[in-house]
């Protein structure tokens, strides 16, 4: 099975942006052959989808985080990315990388694979 290593997570003030980074171990190209996506659980919160990459590149994303977080992939590098911007403080979470992920028009619905997760803090 794959392994996902999400890096990038911190603290920061609100306003300020992350980039978070998943790498596939073991899998060249991984990230092009799926479709790839960025969850995140809050304490005590369910587990909500942010955003989505297809095979196709086709990009997905949450109504919330829509033109705020935006998801790509460097397909010569094998990384997933997602760039927070504008962060306030409803948005610290443990974001987790996905693979093989399922989705609608409203966000990633489910996957395969998860990663550990990456902690991002927003005071």
């Known amino acids: 099975d794959v392994q996902l290593v999400e890096s990038g997570g911190g603290s920061v003030q609100a306003g300020g942006s992350l980039r978070l980074s998943c790498a596939p171990s073991?899998?060249?190209?991984?990230?092009?052959?799926?479709?790839m996506a960025w969850f995140r659980q809050a304490p005590g919160e369910e587990r909500m989808g942010v955003a989505a990459?297809?095979?196709?590149?086709?990009?997905i994303y949450a109504d919330s985080v829509k033109g705020r977080f935006p998801i790509s992939r460097d397909s010569a590098k094998n990384r997933l990315y997602l760039q927070l911007n504008s962060l306030k403080p409803d948005y610290t979470a443990m974001y987790y990388c996905?693979?093989?992920?399922?989705?609608?028009?409203?966000?990633?619905?489910?996957?395969?694979?998860r990663g550990q997760g990456t902690q991002v803090t927003v005071s």
């Open positions: 996905a693979a093989n992920c399922g989705y609608n028009d409203y966000g990633p619905l489910n996957f395969e694979y």
């Open positions: 073991g899998y060249a190209g991984y990230v092009s052959g799926y479709c």
């Open positions: 990459i297809s095979r196709d590149s086709t990009t």
